[in-house]
Structures are given as structure tokens and as C-alpha cells.
T-cell receptor, first 108, second 115 residues
Framework: RKEVEQDPGPFNVPEGATVAFNCTYS??????FFWYRQDCRKEPKLLMS???SGNEDGRFTAQLNRASQYISLLIRDSKLSDSATYLC?????????FGAGTRLTVKP | ETGVTQTPRHLVMGMTNKKSLKCEQH?????MYWYKQSAKKPLELMFV???????ENNSVPSRFSPECPNSSHLFLHLHTLQPEDSALYLC??????????????FGAGTRLSVL
């Protein structure tokens, strides 16, 4: 079983759509959780941290369920600029484990 | 700009060459990392340095040799690489510690091609 598994994608959605990404992780000792965004041929950039209580940043909402070892990201009112690969990331001490990423394309 | 600078941005080398990748962080962080990203694969953690000491190796082949002379600089020395080592090599830094979330900030990467 992969340490961090994500929806395989790709997701192709129209502008204005709501899209949800899921992620599961295998190590119950994982301490912190993130979503990163990676544009084509660019470096990953932090999108948001994920907290157990759930957190929101504008159109983006992240949820964490420690009991189920499940993380989600919801994007509302998709914009063309949201097109990217979204990486689920799980951290234990110095060890960051990345999912393979889910590619999102938002179309006009 | 994320405050993490990598050079060179692109590198083409033969299998018998020796080259080095350089990373510099201007964020005051105490931990630095090397990752490898191959096409359609997750990022693979190669090396971790915390407070200038290596804390993780992850069974990386010896043809990759890291060096961390201080908390702001990190090198990856390359020697007799194989074509399958062609990939994007990413450097990252973070503020690591017991209460830190260890959010990592990445450089733009070095795209390496081994011929």
C-alpha cells in the first residue's frame, strides 16, 4: 500500500464548478498535513495546511479525519488559474511524504 | 520567489562527468532537503539535513553525495550517473523542531539530463 494515495485524476471541469480531491495515508503516527500545488514544470508551493477541525481559505476548504486517515480538498467556483497538480502531503518529524498528485484542468 | 535558490536550472551531463547542484536558502531555516521528481512519480525524499547534520539517507545510491557546509547552503555532488537519474531535483528548506509544522519551501529545481 502506498504511504499517501490520491485520486488518480485527471479532473477536467468547467469554470465555476466545485471539485473535491481525496487523499488517504497509511501511517497513523503522521503529525501534520498539507496540500501543495504544482504548476507544470514548476516547483511545489504550499496551498494550505490541514487541521483536524477543518479550515478554509477563500474558495479552498481542507478537512482531516485522523480516525479514517483521510484528507480532502474542496475547491469552489473553479478558476482557469486553478489548473495545476494538487499534492497531498503528510509529515512525520523530518519526513515529508508526497502523494503522486491529482491533475486538475479548469476549462472556459 | 520562495527564498530558496537553486543553480543551475538545467544541466546536461554524460555518465562519466562530475557535477554539483547548489541550493541556498534565505529564510533562516534550520533544515534542508533534496528531493527527486521523475515523470509521473511522487516526489522522493533523498536527503535531509537538520542543524547541518544529515538525519536521513533513504537508501540513495552513492553516486549522489550531499554536502551541507552551513544552514543556508546545500550541495548535491553527482558522479557517474545513469540515464535513469534524469529527473527534476528539488531543494527545500523548513524550520524543523518539536512544535514546528515543518512546512517546506521549494526552490525552482534543477532539471537534469544524463546522456
Amino acid at each position: 500500500r502506498k504511504e499517501v494515495e490520491q485520486d488518480p485524476g485527471p479532473f477536467n471541469v468547467p469554470e465555476g464548478a466545485t471539485v473535491a480531491f481525496n487523499c488517504t495515508y497509511s501511517n497513523s503516527a503522521s503529525q501534520s498535513f498539507f496540500w501543495y500545488r504544482q504548476d507544470c514544470r514548476k516547483e511545489p508551493k504550499l496551498l494550505m495546511s490541514v487541521y483536524s477541525s477543518g479550515n478554509e481559505d477563500g474558495r479552498f476548504t481542507a478537512q482531516l479525519n485522523r480516525a479514517s486517515q483521510y484528507i480532502s480538498l474542496l475547491i469552489r467556483d473553479s478558476k482557469l488559474s486553478d489548473s495545476a497538480t494538487y499534492l497531498c502531503v503528510v509529515n512525520i518529524a523530518h519526513d515529508m511524504r508526497f502523494g503522486a498528485g491529482t491533475r486538475l484542468t479548469v476549462k472556459p | 520567489e520562495t527564498g530558496v535558490t537553486q543553480t543551475p536550472r538545467h544541466l546536461v551531463m554524460g555518465m562519466t562527468n562530475k557535477k554539483s547542484l547548489k541550493c541556498e536558502q534565505h529564510l533562516g531555516h534550520n533544515a534542508m532537503y533534496w528531493y527527486k521528481q521523475s515523470a509521473k512519480k511522487p516526489l522522493e525524499l533523498m536527503f535531509v539535513y537538520s542543524l547541518e547534520e544529515r538525519v536521513e539517507n533513504n537508501s540513495v545510491p552513492s553516486r549522489f553525495s550531499p554536502e551541507c557546509p552551513n544552514s543556508s547552503h546545500l550541495f548535491l555532488h553527482l558522479h557517474t550517473l545513469q540515464p535513469e537519474d534524469s529527473a527534476l531535483y528539488l531543494c527545500a528548506s523548513s524550520q524543523a523542531g518539536r512544535k514546528a509544522k515543518n512546512i517546506q519551501y521549494f526552490g525552482a529545481g534543477t532539471r537534469l539530463s544524463v546522456l
